[in-house]
């Protein structure tokens, strides 16, 4: 059966995006699995309201905050916690804004019913993409060495060898690009806002998701607070996406482990999406 999935997902590769914007639809499908009817019908009134196609559809509207970006809202989408592989400390800190100012300033406007419907349909928007970055391990981390005392920029600076995939694409020349495909499960292929290819991708990327994934347990999921999100990626950062050398070709064993630790991290954070819009919009 699995293998099965990898098939249909590499048919679709060419439709695939930018998490890529596959993945960020990924996640909005697996929450929107998951909303209550309260709440689906909440952010789908919210979403219709501002007349914005095609980001009227949850899984797209994942997409917009990329689509969208600007220089002044660039860090918006992630948070460097920076860590050296020696341990040894680093008085490097993030910026003061990040993603977890992000989400929690979004939040707080999506749960003021006294502000406008466009106004939430924004900070929605935001939410249904930050949610997803965060639950990024290269959104949340920064490798500081000698040679980079200022950090790696989220592996967007460590370079990874030429490597073949195990479903014949190369993988992408750096860290963080790799962890934005889900370390080879879905490439940013698509033109921005050609979004339909990509939604086909994203359904099957979300089905195979929820097949290979761990399921996360009671407590994983109660995990409300922002900040503890991206300390589980930093974690994951160092135990798992960091485990190789600069320049060096992946292993497979590499590949194995990083895109399960990916699709872990897709399931968790559509799961956890749900639960934010059913908490807020939902009762």
């Given at each position: 059966m699995k293998s099965v999935w990898l098939l249909l997902l590499a048919l679709c590769a060419p439709f695939a995006s930018a998490w890529n914007g596959e993945v960020h639809m990924a996640i909005a499908e697996i929450a929107l699995e998951n909303l209550n009817p309260k709440a689906s019908a909440e952010v789908q009134r919210l979403l219709?309201?501002?007349?914005?196609?095609?980001?009227?559809?949850?899984?797209?509207?994942?997409?917009?905050?990329?689509?969208?970006?600007?220089?002044?809202?660039?860090?918006?989408?992630?948070?460097?916690?920076?860590?050296?592989?020696?341990?040894?400390?680093?008085?490097?800190?993030?910026?003061?804004?990040n993603v977890v100012t992000a989400i929690a300033k979004y939040r707080a406007v999506l749960?003021?019913?006294?502000?406008?419907?466009?106004?939430?349909?924004?900070?929605?928007?935001?939410?249904?993409?930050?949610?997803?970055?965060?639950?990024?391990p290269l959104h949340c981390a920064a490798l500081d060495t000698d040679e980079r005392k200022t950090g790696d920029r989220g592996g967007n600076?460590?370079?990874?060898?030429?490597?073949?995939?195990?479903?014949?694409?190369?993988?992408p020349k750096n860290l963080h690009a790799?962890?934005?495909s889900a370390v080879g499960?879905?490439?940013?292929?698509?033109k921005k806002d050609a979004h339909e290819g990509s939604r086909r991708a994203a359904l099957l990327l979300a089905k195979y998701v929820e097949h290979n994934a761990a399921r996360p347990s009671r407590n994983d999921l109660r995990v409300e607070d922002p900040s503890m999100w991206a300390q589980e990626g930093v974690n994951i950062a160092r135990s798992t996406a960091y485990d190789l050398d600069e320049g060096q070709p992946l292993t497979a064993d590499y590949v194995r482990k990083g895109q399960q630790a990916a699709m872990d991290r897709i399931e968790l954070a559509g799961?956890?999406?749900?639960?934010?819009?059913?908490?807020?919009?939902?009762r």
């Amino acid at each position: 059966m699995k293998s099965v999935w990898l098939l249909l997902l590499a048919l679709c590769a060419p439709f695939a995006s930018a998490w890529n914007g596959e993945v960020h639809m990924a996640i909005a499908e697996i929450a929107l699995e998951n909303l209550n009817p309260k709440a689906s019908a909440e952010v789908q009134r919210l979403l219709n309201c501002d007349n914005q196609p095609p980001y009227d559809d949850m899984l797209i509207a994942a997409t917009w905050a990329d689509d969208t970006r600007k220089q002044y809202n660039a860090a918006w989408h992630y948070i460097n916690l920076h860590f050296r592989k020696d341990g040894r400390p680093t008085a490097n800190r993030p910026a003061k804004e990040n993603v977890v100012t992000a989400i929690a300033k979004y939040r707080a406007v999506l749960a003021d019913r006294a502000n406008s419907d466009p106004e939430r349909a924004e900070a929605l928007r935001y939410l249904l993409h930050f949610i997803g970055d965060i639950h990024q391990p290269l959104h949340c981390a920064a490798l500081d060495t000698d040679e980079r005392k200022t950090g790696d920029r989220g592996g967007n600076l460590f370079k990874i060898g030429d490597t073949t995939l195990p479903n014949g694409r190369r993988a992408p020349k750096n860290l963080h690009a790799l962890w934005d495909s889900a370390v080879g499960l879905a490439f940013d292929t698509r033109k921005k806002d050609a979004h339909e290819g990509s939604r086909r991708a994203a359904l099957l990327l979300a089905k195979y998701v929820e097949h290979n994934a761990a399921r996360p347990s009671r407590n994983d999921l109660r995990v409300e607070d922002p900040s503890m999100w991206a300390q589980e990626g930093v974690n994951i950062a160092r135990s798992t996406a960091y485990d190789l050398d600069e320049g060096q070709p992946l292993t497979a064993d590499y590949v194995r482990k990083g895109q399960q630790a990916a699709m872990d991290r897709i399931e968790l954070a559509g799961l956890r999406l749900a639960r934010f819009l059913n908490g807020l919009l939902g009762r």
